[in-house]
């Protein structure tokens, strides 16, 4: 088989794109997390990030919405409707209330399960009651959780399982109705079946929102996502459609990460 | 063998001395206990003292030392908050932040005594705020300041990572996060520790024998205008605290029945000492399954 | 135009929020270190007084032993602070090595002998000690310790000798506590490859758990002697107070909180009398400021050895 050092896919112009990289570089004080990484997210689809453990791509991930802020220092430029996210003059709350994050660990505010949702909306301006509530069911809806919540909307969200509590912060996050959503391993913690099922709540999603999710879990990115980018050491080495990337690796190395010699 | 007779020998006394600590206390309370508990009755706890003659009770020096205990609360809390807020979330280790911590802790090790010279000087004297509750306040609030804030950092440190995360990726400032998520889910343990400090403060009395003074002029519990200079809540008038009383009709000695006083009133701030430590558990620990009951 | 790219661009409710917060954090921090500056500038100016306007020299003052201040003798009043800086480390030293074997034998009872009902049982003890307030401490030294010494030594009972009892009580639970912290950081391994080897639970105790926890029960050792050190009301009550060179633990002497509690509201501010108050407390204050520098020194070389 014919192999190359790297392929990165470049989409044709009628592929909108939602988030565009160009040379970014992270680092942790001396060390370089990620190497000049170019990576396009096109629009509406779910977008894979896989890799050994260390690869960089979590770093990566949280640097998007500049979770990395005084943290990593990160350079080169994240391009989003025609702005560089990674300036000075760039609103970063305003930014990640359209470039949203759920994590690995459910993290539901101490809180009740609605106030969870209008918590956010409420700091971004959205006070009307009717509102609010219409945001709420949308959202729980949207991910998947109304129906074994709708009765119990003001207790604790303290009190819900893992699977549920990680759909909570989806609904969370996709209330505010953001442009993107950025998943880091959000199905790690949790069980086969509330895996299943959050899913299926991504695969739902993507027609409302451009997704892009960190995995461990290979099976998992073939089976939810269009797009799959490989990171190795610090940098993309393939970026691929999915369903080419786990028939037809372009690349030595991501056949063997994904054939499971390696990582 | 030697080494395991030494072993018997060490445990031995090892059991002696936590034995001898056990019994210092045990001893402590109990002096106070029997010494002091007989001398409780309703019109001890509220009628005012007597310097010259016996009979005299601690009304106004129990209200004095809740009210002083409740201003500096006041006055503590909101700069303990503030403080420990900025040095759990936003200050960046450096040389800076290392100065300001040893600040603080320098602060926490200072003797009452030096705190309240300072009170005197500054408040008293140079603020011309003279013997007061005021005065007294501010000297035990600098006294109070680097335990709280310490102890309510500890408590802000205790809470995830992740919530914090949680909030900025919804796109909230990390002021609302944490005034809004990790404060309230600090609250129980940062009510431990003020009720700790709480206790502590009342039962202070080198801070403040030169800050609030020595006297306990009679209230008129009846006005309750602030600006009268019997008015019981009027912050400018000199207050005698409990602690304070102790100290003063045994180092005076002009008092007749000073020990018995003595006793009652060691026995009323021990208890609410006592109580303070109680409440602090029993409030966190309800406070905590409040917080988290589904 | 873009509405979102709109929104990205200009400062957010949140900005706003963030810097005012920021802000006002930051001012109550700042808030506490102007009053650490102040403490210092204001005793500092005050306690130097004696030295630049009443022209006592720094060496009398440090060495002589007659304390009179309002009398003078050769042009200079007599304060020769040296009784009470004696009275004041005699007090701290004494009462410190008698509770070091006490700290230490309870710390151990909680951490290695009976962690368990050790623990539930010591630990409200400590907590309690800790509790109490200090003018409670110097009553009951007063009601109790100076009889039982007046009955057993003769004299009027106050002195050294009391002062040290009650601030042994008082500094015992601060290093009993902080040495228990500092036990059972020594990892378990340590105790289970000594009694592995064959040691006896002493043994592992005082050849291995000991010695890796010695920078910390040194710290803890000079956390009770700056409290010692700086406690005034308890031993004020005991002490009696006599500004002498101490020559018996059971004669009446004086500290520096002794001196400073009882003469401050005595003088007149501006006098010499007053003046060489506040430059007691200076020292009180270089001294608390000498055991934090101690604890920093021994907190760096403990993490040296690691």
Known sequence: ?263 | MNAKRNDKIATGLLYTIAGIVILILVLLLGFIIIRGLPQLSWSFLTSPSKAFSSGGGIGIQLFNSLYLLILTMLISLPIALGASIYLNEYAKPGMITNAVRTMIEILSSLPSVVVGLFGFLLFVVQLNLSFSILSGALALTVFNLPLLTRSIEGSLKAISNDQRNGGLALGISKWETVTKIILPAAVPSIVSGVILSAGRVFGEAAALIYTAGQSAPALNFANWNPFNIDSPINPMRPAETLAVHIWKINSEGIMPDATAVSAGSAAVLIIVVLLFNLLARWLGRALYKCLTAA | MDKIRESILTTSRASKLERRGKIISLTCLGGICLVVVAIFGFIAYRGLMTFTSDHVSIIKFLTGTEWNPSVSKNGAPLVGALPMIAGSFLITILATVLAIPFAIGTALMMTDITPKTGTRILQPVLELLVGIPSVVYGFIGLTVVVPAIRTVFGGSGFGILSGTFVLFVMVLPTITSMTVDSLSSVPKDYRSASLALGATRWQTIYKVVLRSATPGILTAIVFGMARAFGEALAVQMVVGNATLMPYSLVAPASTLTSVLTTGIGNTVMGTVQNDALWSLALILLLMSLAFNLAIHLIARRGAMKR
């Open chain 1, 1 to 263: 088989m014919e192999t190359k050092d790297r392929y990165i896919l470049q989409f044709n112009s009628d592929q909108e794109i939602a988030l565009e990289t160009k040379q970014l570089k992270i680092f942790y004080g001396d060390y370089e997390a990620i190497s000049a990484a170019d990576l396009q997210i096109p629009r509406f689809k779910i977008t894979a990030l896989i890799g050994a453990s260390g690869s960089g791509k979590s770093t990566f991930l949280r640097s998007l919405n500049r979770m990395n802020d005084g943290i990593a220092n990160v350079q080169g430029q994240i391009w989003y409707r025609d702005l560089d996210l990674n300036t000075k003059q760039i609103d970063v709350y305003a930014m990640r209330r359209q470039i949203g994050m759920v994590f690995q660990r459910p993290n539901p505010f101490p809180k009740s399960i609605y106030e969870n949702i209008t918590f956010a909306l409420e700091r971004h301006g959205i006070t009307d009651k009717k509102q609010l509530k219409e945001r709420v069911e949308t959202a729980l809806k949207q991910a998947a959780l109304w129906d074994e919540v709708k009765d119990k909307l003001n207790k604790s969200a303290l009190a819900l399982s893992g699977g549920q509590a990680q759909r909570l912060c989806i609904a969370r996050a996709i209330a505010l109705q953001p442009d993107i959503l950025l998943l880091d391993e959000p199905a790690s913690a949790l069980d086969p079946i509330s895996t299943a099922q959050l899913e299926e709540t991504l695969i739902n999603l993507k027609e409302h929102y451009t997704i892009v999710i960190v995995t461990h879990n290979l099976p998992q990115a073939a089976r939810i996502s269009d797009y799959t980018a490989h990171f190795s050491q610090g940098t993309v080495i393939e970026f691929n459609d999915t369903k080419d990337m786990f028939t037809q690796p372009k690349v030595a190395l991501t056949n063997e990460y994904i054939s499971g010699d390696f990582g």
